[in-house]
């Protein structure tokens, strides 16, 4: 990715950061990356969300994250999304000006659990507060003033990234002309809030978590093994798990040690766990996913209704786009139904499109050409 | 249930146990219970699986079991079957003997992980061997051959103890003459298999569980909680679960200890896992989901074909009925379709019949009447 130069950048805050459901951050953090150039009237700004467990290095190399040691594993040195990042790409440099910043509460360079709270001058830890796609609205809303950006072209969310970009627009109707969400939904379905609790009491479940104490006593790293297998089953499109257990075959000593494997689907799903645990943190995980599990907009917005939030979206004459997957079992295509029926009785007119893949919930990832072409023209409108 | 009478009964064999998957046990007690009489020349009786947390305690009341202690909740007291056994009812104890054995490797009075190894004098724990499908057929044959039936009437399994069902026909085919197989399977999915592997590691992951040698020491409690929240998931139609959330408020000392819970899907899924805990043990929970997962009737006969051992029940003449719950989450209708079809291929020409509930897998205990008539209709062929 020679043609993209990638800007790592953090900017520090040094004004108390009030969190929405209570708790407060003497001073906070942004890790970020830009892509492209601002323009002059600072009108061409594209604002990407990530996922549950990515991060904010979209596109590019990037080796190094200070501070973030050895969590920043060789696998994340590449950019998530660099097949949609760049001239004449879906999010094209030559003409926006493209923004990802790591979320608040993260592992990769925001303030999150992992960092010294500065009233003790010892990690967070399980004294981290909870935080709501809300407060990373609020909290990416900073970086924004910190860059003189009023309004966004657009905000792009796949996944988890998606629910954020909803906040966003609903909470910041006026700061953002187009919202394109990607495999994501309106509100956590009774399904997700299920396995996203087990989640949870898998990480709460092991001896090293410590109520998240457990920075200088080792890692809680089954119980994030554990989540991230049970998380992992809703990524990929379970036709694929034969053909991908087959063809990865993993080295007996490269498992987990605590469970005798028994076949080749056990050694793939610990083998995901494994390399998971390498490269992420149970706290900020555990701060995500009670994000997604407890995501409400109506809520957010203090609104009676579904459509209610979605009203100030039309008021503000956003654009939507909105993809469905079709093999999706992460978040459903009836999720991205029940979104746009609440758009269109909101008033806004969104264009849903539904991509057909084998992949399930990771073709965002891996299936570029799928989504570039309306991507562009919703940009161009 | 004071028209049925109920006998709980051990069988003990001297005689070693070799199991298929290698290991042996020195000796075997068999714990069951009957209804109903056997006739004179011992071809009224039916065998009845139960599922995989069940007990053979189906019918009537026994309001304990020796040796088993604070197990046997008074939750377990009432047969779990009760509406489909007895005079009149799908299994007519008017006419048929009825017989119901908790599994080898179980909790409710068949050696299990929790009795002692006569060889140490200590409970085997971990060392108790792998069990299989096939194991089960050949530890109830050995009961079967105690009260001298050789031909069964029929064999009911619903859930997991259809796959114990299908074992036995495919196994023993002259020793049974009607299989019935209720929302269960042929071959275990890759979805299963996910899930089944999560609650393994839930329960291998707890800080109790020390390789399953844990009688002295306290029980791997919030790792079996954790796997039965994870199957639970399963058995309940998930738009039951917010009525169900709603209606059965927790109170939140009942609650286990590590979690604050922070809604009613939280406290309520808890407590589904606390109940579980008191009555079940982790080391059996593992013996039956490890069966489960590998289940795979074609090996256990030596097959290379899904249809060739069901030749055998075809050679045999069994006749088979096979139920699908069209909501049913935990053994989807799609491996009740593939079940049949292996057995028309095989030459057995099954009845299936798809009962349409709004209670998922749970419906075969729920919903009596949805199964009694086809049940009564093939028992009387």
């Not at 594993?73 to 004449?88: F, K, S």
């Not at 394109?180 to 009774?190: E, F, L, P």
Request: aromatic share 12%; net charge negative.
């Amino acid at each position: 990715m020679a043609d993209v130069s990638t800007q790592f950048l953090t900017f520090r805050d040094d004004a108390p950061f009030r969190l929405r459901s209570g708790g407060e951050l003497p001073e906070v953090t942004i890790a970020y990356e830009t892509w492209g150039e601002l323009n002059e009237d600072r009108s061409n700004a594209i604002l990407l969300f990530h996922a549950l467990s990515g991060s904010h290095h979209a596109c590019g190399r990037n080796p190094e994250i200070p501070g973030v040691g050895d969590l920043w594993q060789p696998e994340m040195h590449n950019g998530w999304w660099e097949d949609l990042i760049g001239p004449g790409k879906a999010l094209d440099t030559d003409r926006y000006f493209i923004i990802c910043a790591n979320y608040l509460g993260g592992c990769y360079g925001s303030t999150g659990p992992a960092s010294d709270d500065p009233r003790t001058g010892k990690p967070y830890g399980g004294s981290f507060p909870q935080v709501t796609a809300a407060d990373q609205v609020d909290f990416q809303a900073r970086l924004l003033d910190s860059l003189g950006i009023g309004t966004l072209h657009a905000t792009v969310g796949p996944s988890v990234g998606g629910l954020v970009a909803l906040s966003f627009a609903t909470l910041l109707p006026d700061r953002v002309q187009r919202v394109i969400s990607i495999a994501s939904g309106y509100k956590t379905t009774v399904l997700n809030r299920l396995i996203l609790f087990e989640q949870i009491l898998a990480i709460e479940n092991d001896p090293f978590f410590n109520g998240g104490n457990y920075y200088d006593n080792g890692r809680p790293d089954y119980g994030l093994a554990l989540a991230r297998m049970i998380s992992h089953k809703t990524f990929v499109h379970i036709d694929a798990f034969e053909r991908r257990a087959r063809r990865d075959v993993i080295p007996e000593k490269e498992m987990l040690a605590w469970y005798k494997v028994r076949d080749q689907f056990q050694s793939y799903m610990l083998a995901q766990g494994k390399k998971f645990v390498k490269r992420f943190d149970a706290n900020t995980y555990l701060r995500i996913i009670d994000l997604w599990s407890h995501f409400n907009p109506t809520g957010e917005a203090s609104s009676d209704t579904s459509a209610k939030p979605l009203e100030r979206c039309a008021a503000a004459d956003q654009k939507w786009l909105v993809f469905s997957i079709d093999s999706d079992f992460c978040f459903y295509p009836e999720e991205q139904a029940e979104l746009v029926t609440h758009l269109r009785e909101a008033g806004v007119d969104p264009m849903h499109i539904t991509v057909h893949s084998d992949k399930g919930h990771d073709s965002f990832l891996l299936e570029p050409h799928l989504y570039t072409p309306h991507i562009q023209w919703i940009l161009a409108q």
